[in-house]
C-alpha cells in the first residue's frame, strides 16, 4: 500500500511516499481502508524529535492518528462492527499510521460516522473534539448542560479551538471567541457571543471577569489569570512549563491551572458525534490536500494560520 513516511527525524522534508506492508488486524481490532485523515501539530512535533523522550516512536514512522475509514477486516474477537462500516477514530499514539491507504484502529476507540458525514469532517473531529470537550468538561468543570460561566477560547479560529467555542455554546455558556480580525467573522457564525481581536490596542478593555479560560495557543498562564473572577478556571490542551507548575499549586488556591491531557475513548468520541447530529458542532476545514501532499499540509500547520483543520484526501 502507499503511506507518508519519515525514516528519520526532521520537519515536513522528512516526508515521503512509501510502498508498505499493508497491516492486518489483530484481536480487538479492526483494519480500515483510510478515506481521510487529518493533521494535528502533534503530528510534525513529534517528527522534530523534540518529544522523543516524552512519546517515542519507532522509525519508520506513518504519521497521523485521526482518521476515517471504511471496515475491511475485523480482528479476533470483534462484534461491535462489520465489513462496509464507515468508521472515526484517534489511533494509538505509539502507533499513528493514519496516513496510509489502510490503517489499523483498536475498536476501544473506534465509532460509526454520523450518516452522511463527510469523511474528511469525520477525520477532523475526534483528536481535537475530545481534547476541546475534556478541556472544557473535566478540566475546566464546565457542565454540558445548562452552563452559566462565561468562557473564553484563546485561540477560537484552530483546530481545537473551533470546536470548543461550539462546545462550550451548545453547553449554554456565553463563549468569547480570541482570533485574529481575519477570522472573525467564522468565530462569530460558530456561536461566540463576542469576538475579540487580539491584534487591537486594549482589546480586553470593559470585559467583565471570566469564570473559565480555555487557552489552545499556550505559553505563560499569568496573563489570562488575571481575566479570572474568584474560583475561575484556565487549562489549556498547548500547556508550558509556567501551566505544568502552577498546576501543583492548586489544592492551595481558588483559581485552578490545568493542562489537557487527552484520554482517547469511544464514549467520548460518540458525546461528540451526537453534537454533530444535532447540529450544533461542524468541523471547519480550513484546506484539504491529497496523500502526497502531506507535506504542504505540515507545513500550513506549522505557520499556524489555519482556520479550522487540515483534511488529507487519501482515498480518491
Known amino acids: 500500500m502507499r503511506a507518508m513516511v519519515y525514516r528519520a527525524y526532521g520537519g515536513p522534508e522528512c516526508l515521503e511516499s512509501a510502498d508498505i506492508v499493508r497491516p492486518t488486524a489483530g484481536p480487538g ?55 462496509g462500516d464507515r468508521v472515526h477514530a484517534r489511533l494509538a499514539h505509539g502507533r499513528g499510521a493514519a496516513s496510509a491507504e489502510y490503517s489499523v484502529a483498536d475498536v476501544a476507540v473506534t465509532v460509526r460516522m454520523p450518516a452522511g458525514m463527510d469523511p474528511g469532517e469525520a477525520a477532523g473531529l475526534p483528536l481535537a473534539g475530545m481534547t476541546a470537550l475534556q478541556g472544557l468538561r ?39 471567541g480570541v482570533c ?48 479570572l473572577g474568584p474560583g475561575g478556571r484556565y487549562a489549556s490542551p498547548m500547556p508550558g512549563v509556567g501551566t505544568l507548575l502552577r498546576s501543583l499549586i492548586n489544592p492551595l488556591t481558588r483559581t485552578k491551572v490545568r493542562a489537557v491531557m487527552l484520554k482517547t475513548n469511544a464514549a467520548d468520541l460518540q458525546v461528540l458525534d451526537r453534537l454533530v447530529e444535532a447540529g450544533a458542532l461542524r468541523v471547519v476545514v480550513d484546506s484539504r490536500y491529497p496523500l502526497v501532499g502531506l507535506r504542504a499540509a505540515w507545513e500550513r500547520s506549522i505557520s499556524g494560520r ?11
Not at 55 to 66: A, E, M, N, S
Not at 148 to 154: H, K
Request: glycine share 12%.
Open 180 to 227: 485574529s480580525g481575519k477570522n472573525a467573522e467564522l468565530v462569530a457564525q460558530l456561536g461566540a457571543h463576542e469576538v475579540i481581536d487580539y491584534t487591537e490596542p486594549d482589546a480586553y478593555r470593559g470585559q467583565a471577569p471570566f469564570d473559565v479560560v480555555f487557552d489552545c495557543v499556550g505559553g505563560s498562564p499569568r496573563p489570562w489569570l488575571a481575566k
Open 306 to 316: 489555519a482556520a479550522g483543520k487540515l483534511v488529507i484526501d487519501v482515498a480518491s
Open 29 to 83: 481490532q479492526v483494519l480500515l481502508r483510510v478515506l481521510a485523515s487529518s493533521v494535528n501539530p502533534v503530528d510534525w512535533k513529534l517528527a522534530s524529535g523534540k518529544l522523543r523522550l516524552l512519546r517515542p516512536i519507532r522509525l519508520p514512522f506513518v504519521p497521523g492518528f485521526d482518521v476515517a475509514g471504511e471496515v475491511v477486516e475485523l480482528g479476533a474477537g470483534v462484534t461491535e462492527f462489520s465489513p
Open 138 to 176: 473535566d478540566d475546566c468543570k464546565l457542565p454540558m448542560t445548562g452552563a452559566t460561566e462565561r468562557v473564553l477560547v484563546v485561540g477560537a479560529s484552530g483546530g481545537v479551538g473551533h470546536l470548543a467555542v461550539q462546545i462550550a455554546r451548545a453547553a449554554g455558556a456565553t463563549v468569547v
